[in-house]
């Protein structure tokens, strides 16, 4: 069992930065893919970025790339640095994390993550 817990979310002006963690709690997840979601109000929840365990290989929504940074350690935290954020981004952001193997597509639907944290909030002002 997985416990994960999203911390770092606040509020920040257009062009700022902030890094949201995810801790995990419960055992290893080393071999675990790892996920950023986001959620925004009245919207579904898309894609951010992801990680493949195996590799270090990276995923990023075209929205995001450039501006975010997905990153993990070998311990139990995952990181997403969000760098000129923009109102848009503004959303709960979720950690996820799935141990099997996942496919390049997979890895960007939602309902492939077993594991899911409660979300922290991100307010991007204009």
């Known amino acids: 069992q997985v416990q994960l817990v999203e911390s770092g979310g606040g509020l920040v002006q257009a062009g700022g930065s902030l890094r949201l963690s995810c801790a995990a709690s419960g055992r290893t997840f080393g071999t675990y893919n790892m996920a950023w979601f986001r959620q925004a109000p009245g919207k579904d929840r898309e894609f951010v970025a992801a990680t493949r365990w195996s590799d270090g290989t990276t995923y990023y929504a075209d929205s995001v790339k450039g501006r975010f940074t997905i990153s993990r350690d070998n311990a139990k935290t995952v990181y997403l640095q969000m760098n000129s954020l923009k109102p848009e981004d503004t959303a709960v952001y979720y950690c996820?994390?799935?141990?099997?193997?996942?496919?390049?597509?997979?890895?960007?639907?939602?309902?492939?993550?077993?594991?899911w944290g409660q979300g922290t909030q991100v307010t991007v002002s204009s």
């Open positions: 996820a994390a799935d141990p099997k193997t996942l496919s390049t597509v997979a890895r960007r639907n939602r309902y492939e993550y077993h594991y």
